[in-house]
């Protein structure tokens, strides 16, 4: 009998750190505000993931005209964090000023969700959600979408004024990453607009982008 639960033991123990060294492989996507630039009224976030692929995180830029959504800067995207990417870091952010946080709800006042399919993951049934939300105590007069897996939830965790604008800027989180036990994905957006629709995704693993 001893021989036979050595074995057991031994067999559990494997698996054990065989699902460890598997939960140190993936890891959530967090947004970390880096402040706006005065002159122009770009705004700055970076994302940091939380993995192992040995990448610097990613520079997001908000232009203070123009384009009404973070797009990811070229240089910031899959690359290691050597000496030309903290130069590039330390160019973008001389000068910035910090954004102003707004203490605000993380639950939307009104939601919907619809089932689009279920994704076989790691043995299980992934079930897939297109969430939609909006309000959160007025902040967010238009809609701001996300594909979740899991868990259909999608909140706004932050809310930041730009100032000496009217822009509003919300970190969103929700179940993005269908790996492994599943990972958390934070997404800053510029606020819609009543009757505008935002996407919330991670541009920055994307390499059509623009310096």
């Known amino acids: 009998m001893k021989p036979a ?17 598997l939960a140190t492989v993936g890891g959530p996507d967090l947004a970390e505000p880096l402040g706006y630039e005065p002159r122009t009224g770009d705004v700055f976030f970076r994302i940091i ?16 005209r123009g384009v009404n959504r973070f797009m990811p800067l070229d240089w910031s995207v899959e690359v290691s964090e050597d000496s030309m990417y903290r130069a590039r870091l330390k160019s973008v952010t001389r000068g910035l000023r910090p954004l102003r946080e707004r203490l ?6 009104l939601s ?20 939609s939300v909006r309000w959160f105590n007025g902040a967010c007069e ?10 259909p939830s999608l ?11 009217d822009r509003l800027i919300g ?10 036990i599943g990972y958390e994905v934070q997404v800053p957006i510029l606020l819609p607009a009543r009757d505008s629709v935002v996407v919330a995704e991670r541009s ?3 390499r059509n982008t623009k310096k």
């Open 49 to 64: 993931s939380m993995n192992e692929s040995g990448y610097a995180p990613s520079v997001l830029r908000l232009k203070g």
């Open 112 to 131: 919907q969700v619809v089932l689009l399919d279920t994704l076989r993951r790691h043995g299980s049934n992934w079930p897939r959600y297109r969430t």
């Open 142 to 151: 238009g809609r701001v979408t996300a594909e979740t897996f899991l868990d």
């Open 171 to 180: 970190v969103f989180s929700f179940l993005g990453l269908p790996y492994e």
């Open 155 to 165: 909140r706004m965790i932050r809310l930041y004024e730009v100032p000496a604008s």
């Open 5 to 21: 639960k050595t074995v057991i033991w031994a067999g559990l123990a494997l698996l054990c750190s065989s699902a460890l060294v």
């Open 204 to 206: 920055w693993i994307r």
């Open 104 to 109: 605000t709800t993380t639950i939307p006042q």
